[in-house]
């Protein structure tokens, strides 16, 4: 995958700043994620769950809302209903300069944001909505303040709070409170007319999982609460996030209409293969053979940063596996029965004399064979089309 910094219009017209990742082949389909109170697109559960989705072949935009992050503006003149006036510009946006998103996901207060953004009074807007998947979303958005009920008596008295939260001050202003106060999820959440996933972890502390639960029972089926157990709630524990991405893309897909269907007649020849360049990394490129694709990269040594397969490595693994086939067709065509396994190792042998390329085929047949059966079944080995490739390539074979 590869990202690409992007600029795009809020409800109010300042620019809010985001980022949109993309899988290095064809998308199946386009996603949103809002991110948590007061955090951005560069929390870890934004990140890592965008570029996960990514991996997943679904490209993902993440933005800061207004004041926050990158983004223009100031917080303390938002609200909670800006913000989901906010998540519908974003959607505007992706829908007009790319294609709309199927998938809108939103992280705690961000996932309450997602809900009503997609409720049945304003989804008219985003049509393209067919589903939604929120991760530790509170019920109650006025959730939020808990989070500084001591300091309260400031903003009645003041007008205003600001607080230090993820290491800047934060401004919440009583028209923010109001605004929390006047939500009233009751009134639609039972109206989500699309499918719902809630993710959220039992050990959760900033917002219990009975917040889930009670999401869960306004929602209309189809419906599913999956425990994310052992995460906290900001999802840092390495690993948390990237498997909330995973279960999001596995549950999301049924209710997919994939972009890359129309692809389906770019199925390349037998014995094709084509590769392009990608911006994952300076040596990167998206290989297509047959109706499959993967992404190779050079060797760290020679400058790649491990995006993809070597083709070095693919060259020797094409060997190792077409060795295999070639044995194991032999012991069908013989009525070998007694063979279980076939293990192949092959590796580049460096340092040698020659100026000829040397690689090193270790085969090892596992199964209760005579000499003549292990000698039959041997020499097969190079029946491949591989095989005949890498006629100029000296092969060691160690046999076992």
């Given at each position: 995958?590869?990202?690409?910094?992007?600029?795009?219009?809020?409800?109010?017209g300042?620019?809010?700043?985001?980022?949109?990742?993309?899988?290095?082949?064809?998308?199946?389909?386009?996603?949103?994620f809002?991110?948590?109170?007061?955090?951005?697109?560069?929390?870890?559960?934004?990140?890592?769950?965008?570029?996960?989705?990514a991996?997943e072949?679904?490209?993902?935009?993440?933005?800061?809302?207004?004041?926050?992050?990158?983004?223009?503006?100031?917080f303390?003149?938002?609200?909670?209903?800006?913000?989901?006036a906010?998540?519908?510009?974003?959607?505007?946006?992706?829908?007009?300069?790319y294609?709309?998103p199927?998938?809108?996901?939103?992280?705690?207060?961000?996932?309450?944001?997602?809900?009503?953004?997609?409720?049945?009074?304003?989804?008219?807007r985003?049509r393209?909505?067919?589903?939604?998947?929120?991760?530790?979303a509170?019920?109650?958005p006025?959730?939020?303040?808990?989070?500084?009920a001591d300091?309260?008596?400031?903003?009645?008295?003041?007008?205003?709070?600001?607080l230090?939260?993820?290491?800047?001050?934060?401004?919440?202003?009583?028209?923010?409170?109001?605004d929390?106060?006047?939500?009233?999820?009751?009134?639609?959440?039972?109206?989500?007319?699309?499918?719902?996933?809630?993710?959220?972890?039992p050990?959760?502390?900033?917002?219990?999982?009975?917040?889930?639960?009670?999401?869960f029972?306004?929602?209309?089926?189809?419906?599913?609460?999956?425990?994310?157990?052992?995460?906290?709630?900001?999802?840092?524990r390495?690993?948390?996030a990237?498997?909330?991405?995973?279960?999001?893309?596995?549950?999301?897909?049924?209710?997919?209409?994939?972009?890359?269907?129309?692809?389906?007649?770019?199925?390349?020849?037998?014995?094709?293969?084509?590769?392009?360049?990608?911006?994952?990394?300076?040596?990167?490129?998206?290989v297509?053979?047959?109706?499959?694709?993967?992404?190779?990269?050079?060797?760290?040594?020679?400058?790649?940063k491990n995006?993809?397969?070597?083709?070095?490595?693919?060259?020797?693994?094409?060997?190792?596996?077409?060795?295999?086939?070639?044995?194991?067709?032999?012991?069908?065509?013989?009525?070998?029965?007694?063979l279980?396994?076939?293990?192949?190792?092959?590796?580049?042998?460096?340092?040698?004399?020659s100026?000829?390329?040397?690689?090193?085929?270790?085969?090892?047949?596992?199964?209760?064979l005579?000499?003549?059966?292990?000698?039959?079944?041997?020499?097969?080995?190079?029946?491949?089309?591989v095989?005949?490739?890498?006629?100029?390539?000296?092969?060691?074979?160690i046999?076992?």
């Amino acid at each position: 995958m590869h990202s690409v910094s992007v600029k795009l219009p809020s409800s109010t017209g300042s620019l809010m700043a985001g980022t949109l990742d993309l899988p290095d082949g064809t998308p199946k389909a386009f996603a949103m994620f809002v991110h948590c109170f007061t955090g951005s697109r560069f929390t870890p559960a934004a990140s890592r769950v965008s570029k996960t989705l990514a991996d997943e072949g679904i490209a993902c935009l993440r933005f800061d809302f207004p004041g926050l992050g990158q983004s223009e503006g100031e917080f303390s003149r938002t609200s909670f209903s800006s913000n989901v006036a906010d998540i519908r510009a974003a959607y505007e946006w992706l829908e007009s300069n790319y294609e709309a998103p199927q998938l809108l996901v939103g992280h705690s207060l961000g996932g309450a944001a997602a809900l009503r953004a997609v409720s049945a009074s304003t989804i008219e807007r985003m049509r393209g909505i067919r589903a939604v998947a929120t991760i530790g979303a509170p019920f109650d958005p006025a959730h939020a303040v808990l989070h500084f009920a001591d300091r309260i008596g400031d903003v009645d008295e003041h007008g205003a709070v600001t607080l230090k939260l993820g290491g800047r001050d934060i401004t919440i202003s009583r028209e923010f409170l109001e605004d929390l106060a006047e939500v009233n999820p009751e009134s639609y959440l039972h109206r989500l007319k699309v499918p719902l996933l809630l993710l959220h972890s039992p050990v959760d502390q900033t917002v219990g999982i009975d917040n889930a639960q009670k999401i869960f029972l306004c929602a209309r089926y189809p419906k599913s609460l999956v425990a994310l157990d052992k995460v906290d709630h900001l999802a840092t524990r390495p690993g948390a996030a990237q498997r909330a991405a995973h279960l999001i893309a596995t549950w999301v897909s049924p209710y997919l209409q994939s972009t890359a269907d129309s692809d389906a007649e770019d199925v390349l020849p037998e014995g094709v293969a084509q590769a392009q360049s990608i911006p994952a990394g300076a040596f990167t490129d998206l290989v297509h053979t047959g109706s499959r694709s993967f992404t190779t990269d050079r060797e760290k040594e020679l400058g790649g940063k491990n995006l993809g397969i070597a083709p070095s490595s693919l060259l020797i693994a094409a060997l190792a596996a077409a060795t295999s086939e070639e044995i194991r067709a032999a012991a069908r065509e013989s009525r070998i029965r007694e063979l279980e396994d076939v293990r192949v190792s092959v590796t580049t042998v460096v340092g040698t004399d020659s100026d000829q390329p040397v690689l090193r085929r270790n085969i090892s047949l596992i199964g209760n064979l005579s000499d003549e059966q292990r000698a039959e079944l041997l020499a097969a080995r190079d029946n491949s089309p591989v095989a005949a490739m890498l006629s100029h390539v000296r092969i060691e074979d160690i046999d076992d």
